[in-house]
């Protein structure tokens, strides 16, 4: 059972383009969404994070857009550059009274930029 | 400062045989975890722990023993290596609830 279902698996765009990588959940419990990037041969490495009490959150070229109603989350990435070429991973995990970190990870999405 | 160090970076096992992929953090971070990467199937958390001496189940622990005897180390162990158990193993450390992981850099198991 997929908790947290991730959209588009692969992505090419041209070099400025904004590619949109989309998540949803199911589990209204979750409060925590952060994006994790990952280039090969490396582990993810957080980009940028969210809790459900704001809809959007910016981070340099990097936005989260969150619709708490739709229960579902995005990923922008403006005036993208061929060094954005990765795999992205949504993300959710539950606040279970500070006795655990557990993060439900999307399948992934492999973005491709074109010079 | 060397974050989250896994060994090895690569391993090819016989079906059956045993192994301990290894776990080393400096960030004095109480949680630790195990994920396994394949394609398709995003990460997916295979045990964790809240502290030393502490562990819990992930996703998927089948075939998989953990143990955390110190606050730097958290072992993975593959108790009778299956084919299916091909797959690129994370180990990953935060501070605290919801806050950043740090992942290593990954061990890519073959079992033939």
């Known amino acids: 059972q997929q908790q947290v279902k991730q959209s588009p698996q692969s992505l090419i765009v041209q070099k400025g383009g904004i590619p949109i990588i989309n998540c949803a959940y199911e589990?209204?419990?979750?409060?925590?969404f952060p994006w994790y990037q990952q280039f090969p041969g490396k582990g993810p490495a957080l980009l940028i994070a969210?809790?459900?009490?704001?809809s959007e959150k910016k981070e340099g070229r990097f936005t989260i857009s969150f619709n708490k109603s739709a229960k579902q989350f995005s990923l922008h990435i403006m005036d993208s550059q061929p060094g954005d070429s990765a795999t992205y991973f949504c993300?959710?995990?539950?606040?279970?009274?500070?006795?655990?970190?557990?993060?439900?990870f999307g399948t992934g999405t492999l973005l491709a930029v074109q010079p | 400062n060397a974050g989250v160090t896994q060994t090895p970076k690569f391993q090819v096992l016989k079906t059956g045989q045993s192994m301990t992929l290894q776990c080393a953090q400096d960030?004095?971070?109480?949680?630790m975890s195990w994920y396994r990467q394949d394609p398709g199937m995003g990460l997916r958390l295979i045990h964790y722990?809240?502290?030393?001496?502490?562990?819990d189940q992930g996703e998927v622990p089948n075939g998989y023993n953990v143990s955390r005897s110190t606050t730097e180390d958290f072992p993975l162990r593959l108790l009778s290596a299956a084919p299916s158990q091909t797959s690129v193993y994370f180990c990953?450390?935060?501070?605290?609830?919801?806050?950043?992981?740090?992942f290593g850099q990954g061990t890519r198991l073959t079992v033939v």
């Open positions: 722990s809240v502290g030393a001496g502490i562990t």
């Open positions: 990953a450390t935060t501070f605290g609830l919801n806050t950043e992981a740090f």
């Open positions: 969210i809790r459900p009490d704001v």
């Open positions: 589990n209204t419990a979750f409060d925590y």
């Open positions: 993300a959710a995990s539950i606040d279970y009274g500070g006795a655990t970190n557990k993060l439900i």
């Open positions: 960030m004095n971070h109480e949680y």
